[in-house]
Structure formats: C-alpha cells, structure tokens
C-alpha cells in the first residue's frame, strides 16, 4: 500500500470515528432526572413528536430518534394521550413509555407562578389535593428533604445549612407548569420542582462574584421588587452596589416575607423588626430565598447591569417601573412623590 492510500485510509477511519462518536452523543440522553408530562395529541405526526421531545429536554436529536423508532418499528406503536416521562431515559424507555398508557395515573395541571412562597405554594398543592399542607411545610423545613446531588449542584454548604432560614427548600422550588398526582408525598414534590431549577440554573453563568445559592437568594428578592422583565438587571446592578459598598439593601420585599399579610405600603415600626430577613437593619443578602424566582430573574441576579445607582422606588403612576437614583437626596425626592420610605 503506498502512502497515498495510506493517508486515504486514516483519513477514512478518523471520520468514521468522528460519525461514530457524533451518534454516541446525540443518542445519549441530555442531563436531567425530572419527571413530565409528555401529551401527544391526535394525528400527531412523528416528527413534531420528535420536535416536542427534544424541546422538553427528551433527546439530543429528532432525526436519530425518528430513525431508530422507524428501524426498530416502534414508530407505529406510539399511541395519543397523555404520558409520564423521566429524563435521562434512553430511546427504548421513552418509545416503550410513548406506546402504552397502562402504567399513567391520572394527573392533575398545577400551576405555579413566580413569586410565591413556600407557604402559598403549600396551600396550592393542598387545595388540588395533591399534598397535606401542613407535611409540605414541615417538609421543606429540612435540608435533608433534598439529595445529597442537589444539595452539591445549589452549593448547599455547612455555612448554608447552619443560617437561620424559615424554609430549607424556600426559592428552590422552580416555578413552572407541574403534572402531579393526587396524595403525593412532599419530599418527591419537592424533588421534581427543585430538579427543574437545577436545570435552568445549570444554563446560567454567574458574572458577579456570588455562589449559586447567592445567586438565587438575590434573584428570588428581585422577583418581588420587579414588575418588569426589562428592569431586573438594573435592579439587580441596585443591589450588588449595595452589597460591594455594604450598605444594607433595604429591600422591601425581606420585610414583607416577615409579615402574615403583605401591605400596600410599609410602615417605619414595620421596618424595625428584628429578624435575620429585616435588610434595613442587617447588612448583607438574607440567610436565604424569600420567593420561588423565575429565569428572568435568576438571570439579572447572575448578571446585573453595571451603573451607579444606589437606590430605587416604584412610580405609583401604574407602568410598575422605577425611579433609579445615584443619590439619597435624590432618591428621598422620588420617595416623597410616591408616599414610600
């Protein structure tokens, strides 16, 4: 063989290692152990399946799944209505899970929205009757309730476990769309809820200098200060000013997470209560979350606009934006336009 073939031939065996290793990772299921629901409607056609799979973080790619599927002839198999999926499965599991519908229960729609607390997400669930409140709060109460690889990937440390948090999984529960059964235990809830935002916060690239536990904690304060996407990172830039100066945040929304019932407007005796939360009398962020936040907010909380403001008030004009200032002098003139402290 001279050397002309021989090169021919290396080049030959290194694309195929190179298409080989391509359909090894495509085929290889994406990261992920939560659990969904996976509707396939009538007359579906098994390529907006594949589409819809692969968008649920099912599979890598929709041609290799439709290829194999058609192959082992599995595609025929696949029958409507709606299943329960684990990711991490491979294409044998899920076309097995996609052609029956013996092993589904029936699953009950719950919505999550951003913003809520441990305590209201306890009192959604139990109205659906998918869990006793009071076992859900006392629940999440403990750092136990989560594994030991979610702890790890949330950077749950000795330092984390030993401040004084109100709720261990508070802001760790993802708001989302949820299929859940009825009667369930609150540990596997709180599982499958604090696995989907390991999985948003995976995506994310903190560009501040905070751990991920920070990241969320700052984020879940910005959930409640802002009305408008478009604001986040500059209320985030507010409070990581606040932070690198250490002026206290004085946020009003840590006041609030103290209160039985929030107010339209905070008082001054309301500002003095005496807890690790109060961010008008402690420097620093809270020991920990006070809302569960969306990805537009665990987004501007890991990359907050860069400028020098230091503070902020709502307009009360009803747009739901801010007043920003650099200033106290100037910040206490838009305060006394909008009755705040």
Not at 193 to 214: A, F, G, N
Not at 223 to 240: D, H, T
């Given at each position: ?33 939560a ?56 294409y ?31 009192d ?39 401040s ?8 760790l ?46 984020a ?16 985030a830039?507010?409070f990581?000013?606040?932070?690198e ?45 006070i ?51």
């Amino acid at each position: 063989m001279n050397s002309y073939s021989k090169r021919v031939l290396i080049l030959f065996v290194v694309l195929i290692a190179l298409c080989v290793g391509w359909v090894v990772y495509e085929v290889s299921p994406p990261e992920g152990t939560a659990e969904k629901a996976f509707v396939i409607k009538e007359n579906s056609d098994f390529e907006t399946i594949s589409d819809h799979l692969r968008e649920n973080e099912f599979i890598k790619s929709p041609f290799l799944f439709t290829v194999y599927a058609t192959v082992t002839g599995k595609k025929s198999e696949v029958i409507a209505g709606e299943h329960t999926i684990k990711q991490g499965k491979g294409y044998k599991e899920i076309l097995r899970d996609l052609s029956t519908l013996e092993n589904e229960t029936e699953a009950i729609e719950v919505i999550i929205p951003e913003g809520l607390t441990v305590t209201e997400i306890a009192d959604r669930l139990s109205k659906a009757e998918i869990v006793d409140r009071n076992q859900f709060l006392e629940v999440a109460k403990s750092w136990d309730t989560l594994t030991d690889n979610q702890q790890e990937q949330l950077g749950i440390n000795k330092k984390v476990k030993e401040s004084d948090t109100k709720f261990a999984v508070e802001g760790l529960l993802f708001p989302d769309t949820y299929y859940l059964e009825k009667k369930m235990k609150a540990d596997k809830i709180i599982h499958q809820m604090t696995e989907r935002l390991i999985e948003e916060t995976t995506k994310i690239t903190i560009k501040s200098d905070q751990t991920i536990y920070e990241m969320i904690t700052l984020a879940s304060i910005i959930e409640q200060e802002a009305l408008l996407n478009e604001e986040k990172r500059r209320i985030a830039g507010v409070f990581v000013n606040r932070l690198e100066e250490e002026k206290k945040l004085q946020s009003c929304s840590t006041v609030q997470y103290l209160l039985e019932k929030p107010k339209a407007t905070l008082r001054r005796k309301d500002i003095k209560i005496n807890s690790p939360y109060n961010t008008y009398i402690n420097k620093g962020l809270p020991p920990g979350p006070i809302s569960s936040p969306d990805l537009s907010s665990l987004k501007a909380a890991a990359d907050p606009e860069k400028h020098n403001y230091f503070y902020f008030v709502a307009k009360q004009d009803g747009t739901w934006s801010h007043y920003f200032s650099k200033t106290y002098k100037e910040h206490r003139k838009y305060t006394q336009l909008s009755g705040n402290y």
